[in-house]
T-cell receptor, first 117, second 114 residues
Framework: AQTVTQSQPEMSVQEAETVTLSCTYD???????LFWYKQPPSRQMILVIR??????QNATENRFSVNFQKAAKSFSLKISDSQLGDAAMYFC??????????????FGTGTRLTVIP | DADVTQTPRNRITKTGKRIMLECSQT?????MYWYRQDPGLGLRLIYY???????NKGEISDGYSVSRQAQAKFSLSLESAIPNQTALYFC?????????????FGPGTRLTVL
């Protein structure tokens, strides 16, 4: 099974500043998808951003962007102009492109982000 | 209204009791999943279903069973609950024809087994 590693259990950022959350993964596949999910105190898992491995261009969604380094198997999330509402647990996830399998997501252990006013 | 709903949101039960967690979706997705979240371990797949007649075990299916009553409904049962099944349970749905087959999650059910 693929493994996803988030080496930062906790991070903090000043409001309006930029923060980068790290994620690495291990796979032998060449095509796959990567995701960042946000889990606020409400417990809801909310999709933040997604990246197809075959695309060289890094995905961007408003203040959220990724730095996808396929050779290094790295997928970091950058949050710009941090807001209080960004405070949450962030999970990196991997999904295989193989349609014969479960197509389930493999999750990292999460990074808890605190935003300081 | 939420696209993926789970009931109950919180449940406390005793060891040995049978428990059913329910998931409903209005997204029209064929694929549904049950995950379990434990502190420090991320989410892990329990069962998944690609359509009403298709049920498959995931990574940690022991002690659980599921029922896909309709395209929109997917229930998870604990036949005889035990304390180490205390966790946060998530239902998710996806559309294989959608972009990246992205999974969308319900709000979760917090289950405590005493």
């Amino acid at each position: 099974a693929q493994t996803v590693t988030q080496s930062q259990p906790e991070m903090s950022v000043q409001e309006a500043e930029t923060v980068t959350l790290s994620c690495t993964y291990d796979t032998s596949e060449s095509d796959y998808y990567l995701f960042w999910y946000k889990q606020p105190p409400s417990r809801q898992m909310i999709l933040v951003i997604r990246q197809e491995a075959y695309k060289q261009q890094n995905a961007t969604e408003n203040r959220f962007s990724v730095n996808f380094q396929k050779a290094a198997k790295s997928f970091s999330l950058k949050i710009s102009d941090s807001q209080l509402g960004d405070a949450a647990m962030y999970f990196c996830a991997y999904r295989s492109l193989d349609q014969t399998g479960a197509n389930n997501l493999f999750f990292g252990t999460g990074t808890r982000l605190t935003v300081i006013p | 209204d939420a696209d993926v709903t789970q009931t109950p949101r919180n449940r406390i039960t005793k060891t040995g009791k049978r428990i059913m967690l329910e998931c409903s979706q209005t997204k029209g997705h064929d694929r549904m999943y049950w995950y379990r979240q434990d502190p420090g371990l991320g989410l892990r797949l329990i069962y998944y279903s690609f359509d009403v007649k298709d049920i498959n075990k995931g990574e940690i299916s022991d002690g659980y069973s599921v029922s896909r009553q309709a395209q929109a409904k997917f229930s998870l049962s604990l036949e005889s609950a035990i304390p180490n099944q205390t966790a946060l349970y998530f239902c998710a749905t996806s559309d294989p024809g959608g972009v990246t087959d992205t999974q969308y999650f319900g709000p979760g059910t917090r289950l405590t087994v005493l």
